[in-house]
């Protein structure tokens, strides 16, 4: 399949060791008319009454936005169960990491590897997280990089003194660039300019000509990039080479990936890249019955989940359960796999 992130188990063996369209009027198609027709059946292990679960997203115009919503929607619909849930638009998956450990946050969705940087208190973290807990995963996230047709920018080499935003601090996309930065033995000064734009500004950042190309992490297709390929002349730029393959190897969150050709305009043929995978994550304390009846919301509605958004298509129950879990997995969601026969 293609926005594939390929098999990785080095992930895996340090998990056994620890032990869209253009605009919002699509969105909203997505949360008002294909989510309203969720209808699901009662979730066993009703939570205690009145429980209130905050799910951390994205941007309003990015995937994360639309993965908070939907499981929402489908815990807000739950029979017999007192669970309230909503998810608002956030900073992204440093922001909501950072919100679970503060409280603030009950879940979030956040990139693999800013799950394992928060695990072992890396990068963006100063200390290690040991209470994060894994729930499920869900869609591959390749690090996509728009750049404008007039900019001349045909590789990652030729962003070298560009306009180039790297994403707004404590956004996923962000921690991707600060980490293939220095593991090329660069740093943001590489650029002319290197803008903290959030997600949302970035299309009408590359229209207005204030950047030459910004980076994304996100599942494809992407609102976001529709948006900016259908307003201006640009092209998504390959993230390929040596240098990525021993990225890949150093970092086991990350996979190589490739966006399909034909998905933007302009922009024809497949493009290779690398990425991480979308997780669902909490803290070891939120109640099991809590974790457990989401987890079963999502999974016993799964094929109409695939429908919601294009990015979900391709999401399976095997995938989903093990791939880019950073963190040990939450008992909620354990008893719940327990049940399925999935887990042991």
């Known amino acids: 399949m ?50 209130y679960v905050t799910i951390g997203t994205g941007g309003q115009t990015g995937t994360y936005y639309v993965v908070g919503q939907t499981i929402c929607r489908l815990v807000n619909n739950l029979k017999d169960s007192d669970i309230k849930c909503n998810a608002p638009s956030t900073g992204g998956s440093v922001a909501n990491i950072n919100g679970i450990r503060s409280g603030d946050l009950d879940l979030g969705v956040a990139q693999s590897d800013v799950g394992f940087n928060a695990m072992l ?31 001349g920018i045909k590789s990652f080499d030729d962003l070298k003194g560009k306009r180039v935003n790297v994403g707004n601090p404590g956004s996923g996309q962000r921690a991707t660039m600060d ?14 300019l290197a803008s903290e734009l959030t997600s949302t500004e970035q299309s009408s950042a590359l229209s207005d000509n204030n950047i030459d190309a910004f980076t994304i992490v996100t599942g494809h297709p ?32 990350y996979a190589k990936a490739t966006i399909p050709g034909g998905l933007y305009k302009g922009n024809p043929n497949d493009i290779n890249t690398y990425g991480v995978v979308a997780t669902i994550v909490t803290d070891k304390d ?36 093990e791939d880019g879990l950073s963190a040990p997995l939450h008992e909620g969601a354990k008893r719940y796999y327990r049940e399925r026969g999935w887990i042991e």
Request: charged content about 20%.
């Open 179 to 192: 980490t293939l930065m220095s593991f090329k033995g660069l740093d943001f000064g590489y650029f002319s």
């Open 121 to 151: 208190g890396l990068k963006q973290f100063d200390t290690k997280f040991d209470d994060l807990r894994s729930v499920f995963s869900m869609h591959g996230e390749p690090l996509t990089i728009v750049a404008s047709t007039k900019s």
């Open 286 to 321: 939120t109640p099991d019955d809590v974790i457990y009846a989401i987890t079963k919301a999502v999974f016993t509605n799964l094929d109409r989940i695939k429908k919601i958004h294009p990015a979900f298509a391709h999401l399976t129950e095997a995938n989903m359960v």
């Open 2 to 51: 293609k926005i594939l992130l390929e098999s990785n188990t080095a992930l895996k063996s340090y998990h056994d060791n620890y032990k869209v369209g253009t605009d919002m009027k699509n969105i909203s198609k997505y949360l008002s008319g294909t989510i309203l027709g969720l209808s699901i059946a009662a979730a066993s292990g009703t939570a205690s009454a009145e429980s």
């Open 222 to 253: 992407s609102g976001l990039i529709q948006e900016a390929t259908t307003v201006t002349e640009a092209k998504i730029i390959p993230v390929e080479g040596d240098d990525i393959d021993q990225l890949i190897k150093k970092y086991p969150y």
